[in-house]
């Protein structure tokens, strides 16, 4: 499916407001610069219209438009990039890959129209503390599963369920092909908003997709967890901390750790028994 690249120049005060606005009319990913952000939506749930009647509220604001295909991210990363290890005990790579049998963890990961392999920091923080966290014959949920490379590692850190949840058709095909690959049979796969599993409850859940999504999302994350249940939340900078903090904090979540790596943040919060 095509999408619809929006990018916007403006003072970078702005920035959240308008990101804030544009997350309402279906832009569901943004990614932020000096001078402004750009934003995607998918092209069935563009309207230019309403586009423009967000930047036109605001002075000193342009923008850009354009079309663009979705990319072949397993023939990318073929060409680019090389295996990655996490913390040296967890190896990430593709079936191209040579598995290496010094990794306690090995996750095959072939991205097709996605890109969540460990590259990227918040990934990379997020499989890192789940190495350290209690998931032996908990439940757990994955918000925006992508690649599903989240949801493998909860598997194979022993969970007895896992949910996996997406919005993109080329994510839930990708995760699926994944978890055959991985060999998990343990996971179930939803695709839609994270509405999908409201009537289900949580050991952990994680969620890494961007701070406008996150803090609209909150409170649902909240009432999906078990009580002492932890919640790891990762895409978003190290500034935005203090802001899902505290709107975690509205909801009954307490921060418990906080990594930072190439000024991108990942928070563990959890759910104390009231």
Not at 192 to 211: E, M, S, T, Y
Request: hydrophobic share 35%; aromatic share 10%; charged share 25%.
């Amino acid at each position: 499916m095509d999408f619809i690249t929006i990018s916007v120049k403006c003072p970078s005060d702005l920035s959240d407001v308008i990101i804030a606005e544009l997350f309402e009319i279906g832009f569901d990913s943004f990614q932020e610069f000096d001078n402004g952000f750009e934003g995607s939506c998918e092209t069935s749930s563009f309207s230019e219209a309403a586009a423009k009647e967000v930047i036109k509220k605001y002075r000193e604001v342009s923008y850009s438009l354009k079309e663009e295909e979705k990319v072949n991210w397993n023939k990318e990363w073929e060409k680019n990039y090389d295996p990655i290890q996490v913390d040296n005990k967890c190896l990430v790579r593709a079936t191209f890959h040579q598995p290496d049998p010094s990794m306690e963890y090995d996750i095959v990961v072939n991205p097709k129209m996605s890109f969540g392999t460990g590259h990227h920091a918040t990934t990379y923080q997020i499989l890192s503390y789940q190495m350290t966290l209690d998931h032996q014959d908990k439940k757990v949920l994955d918000v925006g599963c992508g690649t599903g490379i989240l949801s493998i590692m909860a598997a194979k850190r022993g969970a007895s369920e896992v949910m996996a949840t997406d919005i993109d058709d080329w994510c839930i095909e990708n995760s699926q092909e994944n978890f055959s690959l991985n060999q998990v049979i343990n996971i179930q796969l939803k695709k839609g908003q994270v509405d999908v599993v409201r009537d289900f409850k949580f050991d952990i859940v994680i969620a890494n997709i961007n701070k406008n999504v996150l803090m609209d999302q909150v409170k649902t994350y909240s009432s999906l967890l078990n009580d002492n249940g932890y919640l790891l939340l990762s895409g978003f900078y190290k500034a935005d901390v203090p802001d899902l903090i505290h709107e975690s904090k509205k909801h009954g979540l307490l921060s418990k750790y906080e990594t930072t790596k190439e000024d991108w943040a990942m928070v563990v919060l959890t759910k104390p028994k009231v």
